[in-house]
């Protein structure tokens, strides 16, 4: 589900003193390009970690994978948005829990090679992901297995990296098919080489794409630090979708195109049904 969709699954957090001259320190992981990380660039610049009373480390990993290895470790408390690959983490063991889900369907969308017309065409085929266990591997088994294909018998998975390395195998010809983030669509559809099979977001499921988790000892020692984290991190979506100015900016980076960033600006921001909380 885009931005016009979005589900927030909210722990209830008691407030606590925070030192506004020397607000806590969170080290917070995220991986891929797309809306996650462009809503994090957009509150940074509009100063919501500072308004909240907290200050946000993002760091970049290039997989879902890498990232819950990097949460198992320790290095960062918090994980964002490849709910999928955390979930791997906390069948593994470890204490972990998802306080929100700013996105509750498959976001990206599926593009193949142009001679590839319909799904059926998949068969025999290669296709990039970032890494095997990632957000970007489990969704594709999900979209697969809706066209009634075998993930691991119709096709062929490729660990390539996220949007960008998997846009230029697919312009290369080295593979067939593959996820790209609607925010990187238009460059790879430009080239002529692609054309989106589908848009996944319309797909009738519920999935937890885009999801925060949080290590269990973080929530248990700073629970009001990251209750700030999710108000600045509410705000943030909201201000996406009532400054078009801050938000358009920040999409004019990856794609500089006038005539793709009005759309799809739109297209992320299309009311939608409200935001439903869960409290606990």
Same mark, same amino acid.
């Given at each position: ?6 589900? /927030? ?11 506004? #001259? ?8 995220? %991986?891929?390009?797309?809306? !996650? ?17 907290? *200050? ?5 990993? %290039?997989?879902?994978?890498?990232? /819950? #290895? ?8 918090? /994980? ?16 972990? &829990? ?25 068969? !025999? &085929? &290669? ?25 691991? &018998?119709?096709?062929?998975?490729? $660990? ?12 290369? !010809? @080295?593979? *067939? ?14 080239? !002529? ?31 009001? @630090?990251?209750?700030?984290?999710? $108000? ?5 979506? @909201? ?9 358009? /900016? ?31």
């Amino acid at each position: 589900m885009r931005l016009r969709n979005m589900f /927030a699954s909210v722990l209830l957090l008691w407030p606590l003193a925070t030192n506004a #001259q020397n607000p806590p320190l969170l080290n917070m992981g995220y %991986s891929g390009a797309g809306i !996650g990380s462009d809503l994090l660039k957009v509150i940074e610049r509009s100063g919501l970690w500072r308004k909240h009373g907290i *200050d946000v480390k993002t760091i970049y990993l %290039s997989s879902g994978s890498l990232m /819950a #290895q990097t949460l198992s470790s320790g290095d960062i408390g918090i /994980a964002g948005f490849d709910t999928p690959a955390m979930l791997n983490l906390a069948l593994a063991g470890h204490s972990l &829990k998802i306080v929100a889900v700013p996105i509750n369907r498959i976001e990206p969308m599926f593009v193949v090679r142009s001679n590839i017309k319909t799904p059926a065409d998949l068969k !025999g &085929k &290669k296709i990039t992901i970032s890494r095997f266990g990632s957000g970007s591997d489990i969704i594709t088994r999900v979209a697969l297995r809706y066209w009634k294909l075998d993930p691991d &018998k119709d096709v062929s998975f490729f $660990q390539s990296g996220n949007t960008p390395t998997r846009v230029a195998t697919l312009i290369a !010809g @080295h593979m *067939d098919a593959g996820l790209v983030s609607s925010t990187g669509v238009a460059k790879i559809i430009a080239t !002529g080489c692609c054309r989106v099979l589908a848009d996944l977001s319309e797909l009738p499921l519920d999935f937890a794409n885009y999801g925060v988790v949080v290590s269990g000892t973080l929530l248990k020692n700073q629970r009001d @630090h990251i209750r700030r984290f999710l $108000q600045a991190l509410i705000e943030g979506i @909201h201000v996406f979708k009532t400054k078009p100015e801050i938000a358009r /900016a920040v999409l004019r980076e990856t794609n500089s195109e006038a005539d793709v960033v009005g759309p799809l600006y739109e297209r992320l921001t299309k009311p939608g049904p409200k935001i439903s909380w869960i409290r606990r």
